[in-house]
């Protein structure tokens, strides 16, 4: 659900306000009162996401395999900790580089 909503509601409108400033053209209806609000929401289920990681890190011993785990065992694992890097990254990307832009640009055309 949460990648529907970025997909199809909130990177399209993102989209749209960077257009308009481009173009010079007027910003986009907001269906949603303002960026900020799908963002916030984005942001609680980042933390969410984050927060069930680090729970499975902990009561996994931080992705330790036991000594006779099998290897369908160890690419579990390998997968969890590829995942949980790709996870990071993601959040990073957003919440640090996108939100902030797009926060940006919706004040400086209200501004």
Do not use: W
Request: aromatic share 10%; glycine share 6%; net charge negative.
């Amino acid at each position: 659900m949460h990648m529907y909503k970025e997909e199809n509601i909130l990177f399209p409108y993102i989209e749209q306000m960077e257009a308009a400033l481009n173009g010079r053209r007027p910003m986009p209806y907001p269906p949603f009162g303002s960026v900020l609000n799908p963002i916030q929401m984005m942001e609680m289920e980042h933390d969410t996401a984050a927060e069930a990681l680090r729970g499975m890190r902990k009561s996994s011993s931080n992705f330790s395999v036991p000594a006779d785990g099998c290897a369908s065992y160890q690419a579990l694992y390998k997968g969890l900790v590829d995942f949980e890097q790709d996870l990071h990254l993601h959040i990073h990307l957003e919440n640090n580089i996108l939100f902030p832009r797009a926060t940006a640009m919706e004040t400086g055309i209200r501004t």
